[in-house]
């Protein structure tokens, strides 16, 4: 695919306000329409809400649509950023996100957070952290003036290792901060939300490219679903919501401590890759998209995972959606960064 750079939506600029209005809309249908939430418990699978599957189905099969599997070939190409992307994604983001997220939910807010509440919400950032953005990172990208074919390698390079690396990773660290598992569901959430939608988009990818061509593919067929991808996640929001109420009005200053360890993990991956960029002496175009790929999360799938192995009601799905919250303003304070460090580089010649 030829990668298509594009700046970043009215939506997406504004996420932060839709999901802050998701959380009302959804905490008053829970108080005072009961009768929602209860009837979405009735739609269960092997604990698998299929409303919420279907909505999230909606959200990420478009995102995989966007990648191109063929771009790999590519990975070659610049292998200092390949190895940078890689190691900070994968041996590096997962664990200082497990022990940013033990430190502050188990010592600093012990007196805050319940002990049971803290596993949740330890769970829910273990699921952001072994999750590496796939879609917004595009924008992150387009927005420092990121090496577009660079990006869209890291991205399918990505998409290939967490069908492999996700489950282990996710099961290790869970294990380790003694939070119990049922592996079948965890297994099956990976293969509902990441491996169906997966080749769902690469099989549509080719066959609409080979019809109609790629230009079609890019500029008419992908546009197509942005709104169906806002409506998914803004209705996801909203249902999971209905079903947190009661821990949100209890708990209010919940959302705070969440976001807390979210937000100094952002932080501090972008810079782990974009500092080791730096000292390899990578080039801004390079540097930039390396870091964000890595702060960003895969929320939807963090979502996902988290409502089908601990329920809607769960502190580990609020915490995944807390990542939903912080991700765009965090983001693009980076992206400021980035711009504003850009000399800090090797300079293109003239």
């Avoid at 769970?123 to 917004?136: I, W, Y």
């Avoid at 660079?150 to 660290?173: C, F, H």
């Amino acid at each position: 695919m030829k990668a298509k750079s594009q700046g970043i939506s009215f939506f997406e600029r504004t996420l932060t306000l839709w999901v802050a209005v998701c959380i009302v809309v959804g905490i008053l249908i829970g108080q005072y329409i009961p009768s929602v939430p209860a009837t979405l418990h009735r739609f269960e699978y092997a604990n698998v809400s299929i409303p919420v599957a279907i909505l999230i189905w909606l959200m990420i099969y478009p995102m995989m649509l966007k990648v191109d599997f063929n771009s790999v070939k590519n990975v070659g190409r610049k292998p200092k950023g390949i190895l940078i992307t890689g190691v900070t994604n994968w041996l590096i983001k997962p664990f200082t996100m497990f022990a940013i997220a033990w430190f502050f939910f188990f010592v600093l807010f012990k007196s805050l957070i319940s002990a049971e509440l803290a596993d949740q919400y330890l769970a829910g950032a273990v699921l952001l952290g072994a999750a590496p953005c796939t879609a917004m990172v595009f924008v992150w990208s387009h927005l420092t003036k990121g090496d577009a074919a660079y990006t869209l390698v890291q991205v399918a390079l990505n998409d290939l290792i967490i069908l492999v690396a996700y489950v282990p990773i996710v099961g290790l660290l869970l294990g380790i901060g003694g939070i119990a598992i049922p592996w079948d569901t965890l297994f099956l959430s990976v293969v509902l939300f990441v491996v169906v939608p997966l080749l769902a988009g690469m099989l549509t990818r080719i066959y609409v490219v080979k019809r109609r061509g790629i230009d079609y593919f890019n500029n008419i067929f992908i546009q197509k679903f942005n709104n169906i991808t806002v409506g998914g996640l803004l209705l996801t929001l909203i249902i999971l919501f209905s079903f947190q109420g009661d821990t949100i009005l209890q708990n209010p200053l919940h959302i705070l401590l969440i976001a807390i360890p979210l937000i100094i993990q952002t932080v501090l991956i972008f810079f782990v890759a974009y500092g080791w960029a730096k000292v390899w002496k990578l080039p801004h175009d390079v540097a930039a998209p390396a870091g964000m790929i890595g702060a960003s999360n895969f929320f939807e799938l963090a979502v996902a995972v988290a409502i089908s192995l601990f329920g809607m009601e769960s502190g580990a799905a609020l915490a995944t959606t807390v990542g939903v919250l912080v991700e765009v303003p965090v983001m693009l304070m980076l992206v400021r960064i980035a711009n504003n460090t850009r000399r800090w580089f090797p300079q293109p010649a003239a």
